[in-house]
């Protein structure tokens, strides 16, 4: 589907979100943090890990960084890079 084929409302729309996709992805591993200090399972925080992967990967942070908190399950790792990410202070990747 190109843009061609998107009503101006709809084109609209799209550009907000990309406009606030940063701060999407930021609200949503904020969350991830929290569910990951109360999952109860393994399995649950086997799939939050993932999820956590996937928000990540759309963020300018390192991807060695990035490797080994997911790999440590390193939940306070996690959300201080958060933290620095809504703060601004991760270095924008190449």
Known sequence: MSSKD???KQSSIVKRYYDNLDTIVANRLQEAVTDLYLAE???KRAKLWQ???GQLEKTPADPAVIRKIIE???IEGLAKLVNDLIAGRVIKRD
Do not use: M
């Open 6 to 8: 998107l009503s101006r």
């Open 41 to 43: 399972t393994d399995g």
């Open 51 to 53: 999820k956590v992967k």
């Open 72 to 74: 440590g399950d390193d």
